[in-house]
């Protein structure tokens, strides 16, 4: 029997989990490690704020299925590994494994900036989701200037674009929005960019929205430091604001910085090749937004990251899964899927509106690229949550 210890389990560590699971059957144990009890379905956490979600509607305890389906679920916090004698310490004891997954995702580094972490909401948590709640709540009472964005080295600008274009539809819904003067700044080279080197249309169109709604914006920008009532943005304007929302940048979590023999680069991500497999230790895989992913480009001015999506993230928990499995079969042949060569799908919310997003490939050079405006109703969005919860929640993880 081999034992496979899976740390993390949202989108990469559920999927790789039940996967081997699936594939693996009675020759493999599982065990999958989270500090969470609960599944999230982080997409939505960008309508929370607005009351269209409580938390309790995108989320469900993951231990029912993960059971049902063979995989034993710990609640506890890993804290570090030894790759040499393979062992994960946690905070509810140790465990032994032959292969291990980190599919622990990211840690928000909120204090990109001075004033950032005390001054900033952060829509990316529940908590956080539910602060802003809150905090609008007493916005409306006196309305002001609101600035949204993602700050220097972010790579989830297309969340922070998200929530600008849900906060402008809300301002209109409270009947406020000339009173509020609203601004988007992003350390992209350009509108639309989305760390992936844009898409067809998509500055024109992002550039066309921001018209529309009568949102400023300013692109290579990030952000030099926040106090109570102002942003300094790195380029020395000041914009006044009564309520900013930012995405601060991700890095790895603690458990990978305090195991130094993962390798990890800076920002904290684990080292993988193509297979997902870390150079250095055959048996430790890595998935989601855990794996470091290298740009293919050069940011203009100000730097920022690749974003690390949901479907890039499921699809290698998938692969991971299978090269277990391959290996522990004795086969040498592992699968392969570069992170930037995994197809682009997602959906960008734009407030009761949606844009679609579809390549053949995340990273250029692609031959298929297309952004498709839906302004009538976010319905594909609302389909896209339904069906996720609905594949998770019965541990169908083989399905896309
Ligand atoms: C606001 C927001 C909106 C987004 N919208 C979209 C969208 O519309 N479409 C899209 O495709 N993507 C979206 N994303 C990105 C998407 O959420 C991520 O791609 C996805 O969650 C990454 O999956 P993951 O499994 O790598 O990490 P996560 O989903 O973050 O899961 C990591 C898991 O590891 C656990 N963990 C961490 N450390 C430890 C530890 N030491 N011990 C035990 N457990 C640990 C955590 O509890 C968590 O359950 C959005 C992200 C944000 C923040």
Same mark, same amino acid.
């Given at each position: 029997? /081999? ?8 989108? @990469?560590? *559920?999927?790789?989990? #039940? ?36 938390? +309790?509607?995108?989320? =469900? ?9 063979? &995989? %034993? ?16 310490? /946690?905070? +509810? ?22 004033? !950032? ?12 989701? *539910?602060?802003?709640?809150? @905090?609008?709540?007493? $916005? ?6 609101? &600035? ?42 350009? #509108?639309?960019? =989305? ?13 066309? $929205? *921001? ?21 300094? #943005? ?18 790895? &979590? %603690? ?6 023999? #993962?390798?990890?680069? @800076?920002?904290?991500? !684990? ?32 730097? $920022? ?43 960008? %919310? ?17 031959? =298929? @690229? ?17 069906? $996720? ?12």
């Amino acid at each position: 029997m /081999t034992t496979t210890v899976v740390i993390g389990g949202n989108f @990469a560590g *559920m999927t790789a989990a #039940l996967e081997i699971k699936r594939k693996g059957k009675e020759a493999h144990k599982v065990i999958l490690i989270d500090k969470s009890p609960l599944f999230l379905f982080i997409p939505s956490l960008i309508w929370v704020p607005f009351g269209r979600r409580e938390i +309790k509607d995108i989320s =469900f305890r993951k231990d029912g299925i993960l059971q049902k389906k063979g &995989v %034993d679920f710990i609640n506890a916090e890993a804290l570090k590994v030894d790759p040499k004698t393979q062992v994960v310490y /946690t905070d +509810k004891g140790e465990f032994k494994y032959d292969h291990l997954v980190i599919a622990t995702g990211p840690k928000v580094k909120y204090d990109v900036a001075p004033g !950032v972490a005390e001054h900033a909401y952060y829509v990316g948590t529940p908590n956080g989701a *539910m602060k802003i709640r809150k @905090a609008l709540e007493e $916005f409306k009472k006196d309305p002001g200037p609101i &600035v949204v964005g993602a700050t220097q080295n972010a790579g989830c600008m297309g969340a922070a674009y998200e929530f600008l274009f849900n906060i402008e539809k809300w301002l209109r819904d409270q009947k406020i929005r000339k009173k509020v003067d609203l601004y988007w700044i992003t350390p992209e080279d350009y #509108l639309g960019h =989305f760390g992936i080197d844009g898409m067809p249309l998509a500055e024109s169109m992002l550039t066309g $929205f *921001m018209k529309m709604f009568n949102i400023h914006f300013r692109t290579q920008v990030g952000v030099k430091e926040m106090e109570k009532d102002k942003v300094i #943005l790195t380029n020395g304007e000041v914009l006044p604001s009564k309520f900013t929302m930012l995405m601060p940048p991700f890095i790895g &979590v %603690d458990f990978v910085t305090n195991s130094p023999e #993962l390798h990890a680069n @800076a920002a904290g991500y !684990v080292p993988a090749g193509d297979d997902y497999r870390h150079p250095d230790y055959p048996n430790i895989w890595t998935a989601g937004i855990a794996v470091n992913v290298p740009l293919p480009f050069t940011p203009k001015t100000v730097p $920022f990251a690749a974003p690390k999506t949901g479907y890039p993230s499921d699809e290698t928990g998938k692969v991971v899964a299978e090269n277990i499995i391959r290996v522990t079969k004795g086969e040498t042949k592992l699968k392969e899927k570069p992170w930037g060569k995994i197809p682009g799908l997602c959906i960008m %919310d734009a407030g009761k509106k949606e844009v679609i997003i579809v390549s053949d490939k995340l990273f250029k050079p692609r031959s =298929f @690229a297309i952004m498709i405006p839906n302004v009538i109703y976010d319905f594909n969005k609302i389909l896209f949550e339904k069906y $996720f919860l609905w594949k998770t929640k019965n541990g169908y993880s083989f399905l896309p």
